[in-house]
């Protein structure tokens, strides 16, 4: 059915738009005739197509902007940008496809020549002794043959799907790796793992039997045109099953929404397109041999169970591997006196981690994501000051841009696309099968987990994770990436529907939901004072709060964080399971001191065997935040407005260092340390780790 | 002899190395056969081979800025970043060539097929009734047709040369234009254009000469192979003449070299840029009409004239007027409360300069500089501080990147490139001729500057400005832009030789070259506290010092400033032309208060029938400006580390605001607003324009 070329043909716009004419002058030569001249003005004007394609697109994003900025401005709350930019994007498909006279398309079907042999990469045509080098573009289905340059407009603007997978959604996915650095995220971290495995595995399985039961019924109904069998089902499942509750947070963000709930959401949503993208592809791997090449086949199903596993865990190690020599070399270097060149390698070896992955057949994406995080956690603590601004800054922005672009884009296909399929059966069925499986993912597993949780996910909560269900540009890209099959047109069609629905619906919806589900609004772990010192970062659009708070509250808070440290102490010991504290324990007695500046001194954690490692490995900082905590804490802390000259960024755990002046390694001092993670906040050069009283 | 198609071929390596392969999986069908399979794994293997290139690329560029880490923190003067990138880039382009056993190369030719028409830029492959689709590449030649799958690898690791115009060049030239805010520029401005405009043009025209001098030279001496004409030697000298003192002017600025020295290379080498570029593609417009094509053609010639200006006020139109509109959407939004729309906005508008005048058939290069020279000194002055910060910091490491990654290229394509023809004659004649054209563009033009200039360009200033004639990355763009004919080969070859000549011996000699022509280093309008809280600044790379001092220094400048008011102001009138006056009043007048916050309010420098389209277009903050400098000038400029919650940036002028006391909008006010805009310092949200004393 399907062949390695058989991928839609799209005009590739991303790279000819750039590959635009200015020397095109020098081409009309006296020697070569009239004809050459034709093809050059076909290539010029191609071209310009081309740039006035990518216009367009840009200043759809521009109208965005403003438009957001209006809304923002008067704080609108029930459309989010990225529905804004489906709407211009829907508005601008409907005058490309409606609005241009149909006489700019030219109907022909272009000359063809014929071989014996399989499809080559390469071609050479003869032109009267000229030779010309053809490069394959990919097969085309025998239907679609007379109108290849039909609607070459339409066409122009469709981009190849490959580039929402290799340059738009790594940044998108970097950055939300790179800003999962959350107080709140590692408290939940065993729930939020659970949603996105288990999860998405039964949202995934779900959805697809229960779509296998609506092409059965299309079959009976007698509107099915083409093959679509179980695998295609579930492939479906899949890709539907990774959320994107962009709008949902962004309201959270701005409401100041309970952050336990933010946490498990944005948890969730990052990691289910890091499973929905490794379980499609291992889906897709799932090829029972011999003629009976449909139905269950164990050897090929355990084969499939192999690639999932093989995948995530390649891609989990190239992108950790590659954020631990990140973290390695900016502490070992005195990079951070140079920040140009420190934001330049980090963005280089992150860069880099999805080509490694590339190169070794795992999934880009997946290992980006797990780059994000691991500079998050140690990386991000070696850099220096304007690295860490910069770094962020730099990844917002792609991030911010790509996005509006995936969903402005996402509009103007429902228009452009060629090969829509609507089957209203399929999509009415699509809709009740996210739904159920949503539902089969949130509310049993939320069970499960309450019953080992202290912090009970509340009904509300429950309600609230099942609305916010929304699908967004990790389902589209997955959807583009193959549609050359009847039943992935299909699927394509359904999935966009979707995405609009959810995203305009339930988006548009969450304020509401919020006070009809009385989930609390405003943050209540923070002060008064600090609220008002933050005000202005909430303005800002898609930053997280947790991140950076202003660093003139930091101070307030770590010296009220000192006197209630003995209350939140053994709270989360029942909470966290052995292995999740052997990590903890892990990270921050050995991981943190060996790739960051901050945690104890390697001296004092590992055994006397290993002394001059440990020295040779332990920065100099290490020990001077032990040496400096124990003598003044409070001091240090209240004057580290002043530190911006320092060399780097210092870590001091308050909580840390208690655990080490009372000589201390217990169990029970890191229990402590885990529970503080919570209120870890970052100031311009000191990272301070205090417990402040647990919100119950 | 070419024809439009007749680009050399090679491997376009950026976007297929991010369509890299994860659904191939799904193309194992039962149905389809071996052959398939093969193809499958050929395209699999291939985009991985894209891949691992990339990762050459990107770990060259991580071992460049590692080494250059180590250079700086040892005060390593010698060598440059770029050359740097070179030799490594060299290196990996030996072991390339030489290290990988021939076996892996495959010596086959493609199948081809004939055709009767022209070629066309789709071709459809018919192969047992399956169709593909196969795109137009280029022509090749017919001595390359049985080594097109030859060399592989190699042809693979070079780039489409249209990345670098597209993609590298925009990055870089668009930071040079936003960096040009400089407060030697605008002082200097005259000489930059003479230098920029004549001297480029007389350097083109004297390399061109000289060298065709030299080719009939190679005729007599029988080393011409092939046809090499009068204008392809005019096209040489006119991409030779591009100069890009990077190195020197990163020498210059950690050494605090002489400031109007600095600013004059620094603007001429922006600027040269782009004449270059116009200039080269006019050239290639001089097409004589008729049997006698290379000889003299007044019609030909005015043509090209005519395609000169014509290219190079289209593209500064285009430039200027996204700039101006970028400037009016920041002023009249308060899309400042947002910096991340802001900045995503900046960056669209930027960009969408270089797409639209690609679409209008002008130069997208060139009106990226004019864009970003506009950017900078109206939009700058209303953006948030949060986005000045993050755009500055963003085209600075788009910038460090692309460079870096052009120098390395440059070192790999020494080796790599297939068509190298090294000509002694030319080589030697093309490395004579590019300093006597320099010394043809640098000493009778001085000579007539001074002629007018008050600060003479000294003697020694003009050997430093004949030295620093450094080729770099333009000259390698327009170069390798067109290496079809056996002429465009053998200048690829050369530039490829001047550029690594000049950036290691001129580069490298800079320093020792600064102290034998008794060149002040150190900057000798800083006062001591300055520059000690500027330390910090210098050490960064790339940055222009003169762009944002320290804040903490700017209130103790202008309280010193202020006192030494009377000495700057009727210096200037000498000096400057009455056309570039008439320039700086309209500008200072209205164009930027229309366009920013700064200046003095409309309503006081239109005439009393504008009125109300005067209040209209004035920002309230002109007003508070004018108010505030009445009435306590230094009290709030003491207090201004304090406004960083103020809405955008307001500008304060404290020259232009005694022009406006004494209620006199006379030439003589603007002589010092003019003087003053020397001493222009930037903080956080104010900008100050205070007269210091002249360095004499």
Redesign the interface.
């Known amino acids: 059915?399907?062949?390695?070329?058989?991928r839609p043909?799209r005009g590739?716009v991303?790279?000819p738009?750039?590959?635009?004419l200015?020397?095109?002058?020098?081409?009309?030569?006296?020697?070569?005739g009239m004809?050459?001249l034709?093809?050059?003005k076909?290539?010029e004007e191609?071209?310009?197509q081309d740039?006035?394609n990518?216009?367009t697109f840009?200043?759809l994003?521009?109208l965005t902007?403003?438009t957001?900025?209006l809304f923002?401005?008067r704080r609108v709350r029930f459309l989010h940008e990225t529905g804004l930019a489906m709407i211009y994007g829907l508005l601008v498909g409907v005058i490309l496809r409606y609005g241009i006279p149909s006489t700019s398309y030219h109907n022909k079907?272009?000359?063809?020549?014929?071989?014996?042999?399989?499809?080559?990469?390469?071609?050479?045509?003869?032109?009267g002794?000229?030779?010309?080098?053809?490069?394959?573009?990919?097969?085309?289905?025998?239907r679609e043959?007379h109108n290849?340059?039909q609607n070459d407009m339409l066409r122009k603007v469709t981009f190849?799907p490959?580039?929402f997978?290799?340059?738009l959604l790594p940044p998108i996915i970097f950055h939300a790796g790179y800003s999962l650095k959350k107080r709140h995220f590692f408290r939940n971290l065993g729930s939020i793992l659970a949603y996105a495995f288990f999860g998405t595995a039964v949202s995934c399985f779900v959805i697809g039997n229960l779509m296998y039961g609506v092409v059965k019924l299309m079959q009976v109904a007698g509107q099915l045109m083409d093959k679509f069998y179980y695998t295609d089902c579930l492939f479906f499942g899949a890709i539907i099953s990774a959320t994107d509750p962009v709008t949902v947070l962004a309201i959270f963000n701005e409401l100041h929404a309970d952050v336990d709930l933010y946490a498990l959401l944005f948890g969730e949503s990052v990691l289910n397109d890091a499973v929905a993208?490794v379980l499609s592809?291992s889906i897709?791997?799932y090829?029972p041999?011999?003629?009976n090449?449909h139905s269950f086949d164990a050897a090929a199903f355990f084969k499939s169970v192999g690639?999932f596993l093989g995948i995530f865990s390649g891609s989990f190690a190239m992108g950790a591997v590659t954020g631990v020599v990140t973290a390695l070399?900016t502490k070992f270097?005195?990079?951070h006196?140079?920040?140009?060149?420190e934001?330049?390698?980090f963005?280089?070896?992150s860069?880099?981690t999805f080509?490694?992955a590339?190169?070794c057949?795992f999934?880009?994406v997946v290992a980006v994501l797990f780059c994000g995080i691991t500079q998050a956690h140690y990386t991000y603590n070696n850099l220096s000051s304007e690295s860490t601004?910069?770094t962020k800054?730099?990844f917002?922005?792609l991030h911010?841009?790509a996005e509006?672009f995936i969903f402005s884009y996402m509009g103007l296909a429902l228009f452009t696309f060629q090969n829509h399929i609507f089957s209203p059966i399929f999509i009415v069925g699509a809709f009740l099968a996210i739904f159920i499986g949503r539902a089969c993912n949130i509310y049993p597993l939320s069970f499960l987990l309450n019953l080992g949780r202290r912090h009970k996910i509340g009904w509300n909560f429950q309600h609230m994770m099942m609305f916010a269900g929304l699908r967004g540009a990790m389902a589209f890209a997955l959807a583009i990436?193959?549609t050359a099959t009847y039943a992935r047109q299909m699927m394509f069609t359904t999935t966009l529907l979707i995405v609009f629905f959810t995203v305009w619906v339930f988006g548009g919806g969450t304020t509401p939901m919020l006070s009809w589900l009385h989930i609390r609004v405003g943050d209540h772990t923070l002060s008064r004072e600090e609220e008002a010192s933050r005000q202005?970062q909430y303005?800002?659009?898609?930053?997280d709060p947790d991140l950076d708070p202003q660093p003139t509250s930091d101070s307030f808070q770590v010296l009220q964080g000192d006197g209630l440290q003995s209350n939140g102490g053994s709270k989360t010991k029942q909470e966290s399971a052995w292995l999740f504290r052997l990590w903890y324990s892990f990270d921050h007695n050995y991981l943190k001191p060996i790739l960051t500046h901050s945690g104890p001194p390697l001296t004092s954690t590992l055994p006397g065997c290993c002394g001059p490692l440990a020295r040779c490995l332990t920065s100099p900082q290490a020990y001077e935040n032990q040496e400096q905590l124990r003598d003044a804490d409070s001091d240090l802390i209240l004057n580290d407005s002043d530190l911006t000259?320092t060399y780097g960024d210092t870590a001091i755990t308050a909580n840390g260092a208690c655990g080490r002046r009372k000589k201390s390694n217990s169990e029970e001092a890191l229990e402590r340390e885990l529970e503080a993670v919570d209120h870890e906040v970052i100031s311009r050069g000191t990272r301070l780790v205090f417990p402040i009283e647990d919100h119950a």
């Open positions: 059915m399907s062949s390695p070329y058989s043909l590739n991303l790279l738009a750039c590959i635009l200015l020397f095109r002058l020098d081409q009309f030569r006296a020697e070569d004809e050459e034709a093809t050059e076909e290539a191609s071209h310009r740039s006035v990518l216009l840009i200043l994003l521009t902007i403003l957001i900025w923002k401005h079907t272009p000359p063809s020549c014929s071989l014996k042999e399989r499809p080559v990469p390469t071609l050479l045509l003869n032109v002794n000229k030779f010309f080098e053809y490069t394959l573009k990919g097969e085309i289905n025998s043959i290849v340059e190849d490959e580039v997978f290799n340059i993208i592809s897709v791997a090829q041999t011999g003629e090449s690639v070399v270097t005195k990079l006196c140079f920040p140009l060149l934001t330049a390698l963005f280089l070896m860069w880099s080509l490694l590339e190169a057949g999934t880009g601004n910069r800054q730099l917002e922005v911010f841009l509006n990436r193959d202005w303005l800002r659009v898609g930053v000259l």
